[in-house]
């Protein structure tokens, strides 16, 4: 196997991501599950190309549920599939991620203002929980733990909106940008002031202020939109190999 960055190695191979092994039970659904957070953790990287047999022994699968994870996460944007070439993990182009953050900016500030109007307080006390557990993630610096509730907080403003159609539109266009979000918090500063924002954004929940409560969706989104286009272009991901 050759590594992308430097055509002329072909020493050793790199060593394929540790993925768990997948138990039988909900095994379609488990292995898109699987996929998706190793994309949005950045294990399989933009570029990346996606060799089945080897996949299929690490998670301990056949081809059949792998392929139709495939066409699950492809459908979300998250894989490209060619005849010739096989799968890879998709890469947004520039352009692509400023319109699509743009996008998410005014969905999440529409979700708030209808949330700051419809949500209960059961539900409020729910989103105030998981505040809470993400800033316990936060002390003991566990992005991914954090992460994880960051994203169910937004996810469960976006319930409470109770718009169906915006529900829809509002899941597809964030899996597209949920690996981007997550790399945006590697940077400490960048961390603490979304930490910030989120606990405006209780404040403004709690006190059912939903133009204020938008106005900090909208400027949290751009503000990722910025922090991820410093970090763009990166370099094209590591190829795990060629498929058989």
């Not at 909900?26 to 190309?49: C, D, N, Y």
């Not at 209780?202 to 989104?221: F, M, S, T, V």
């Amino acid at each position: 196997m050759q590594n992308p960055q430097n055509p002329g190695d072909s020493g050793v191979p790199r060593p394929a991501p540790i993925l768990p092994r997948v138990e039988r039970q909900r095994l379609h659904e488990m292995v898109v599950e699987h996929l998706r957070k190793f994309i949005v953790e950045g294990v399989l990287s933009p570029g990346m190309k996606l060799n089945e047999r080897e996949l299929c022994e690490t998670l301990g699968i056949s081809r059949t549920p792998l392929r139709e994870a495939f066409k699950v996460l492809a459908a979300e944007g998250l894989i490209e599939i060619s005849p010739h070439r096989g799968a890879s993990v998709s890469r947004m182009t520039e352009a692509e991620m400023w319109e699509t953050f743009e996008l998410m900016s005014g969905l999440e500030a529409f979700s708030g203002e209808l949330a700051c109007e419809r949500i209960t307080p059961a539900e409020l006390a729910e989103i105030k929980a998981l505040h809470y557990a993400m800033l316990a993630c936060r002390v003991q610096n566990d992005l991914p733990g954090y992460y994880s509730r960051n994203q169910e907080i937004h996810d469960r403003i976006n319930e409470a909106a109770r718009n169906s159609a915006l529900r829809q539109t509002y899941q597809s266009v964030n899996r597209r940008l949920k690996a981007l979000r997550f790399r945006s918090n590697h940077q400490t500063d960048k961390w603490d002031r979304a930490v910030h924002d989120h606990e405006d954004m209780i404040k403004a929940l709690e006190a059912r202020d939903g133009k204020l409560l938008g106005a900090i969706l909208r400027r949290h989104l751009l503000e990722k939109r910025d922090a991820v286009m410093q970090i763009h272009p990166d370099p094209v991901g590591d190829v795990v190999t060629h498929n058989d």
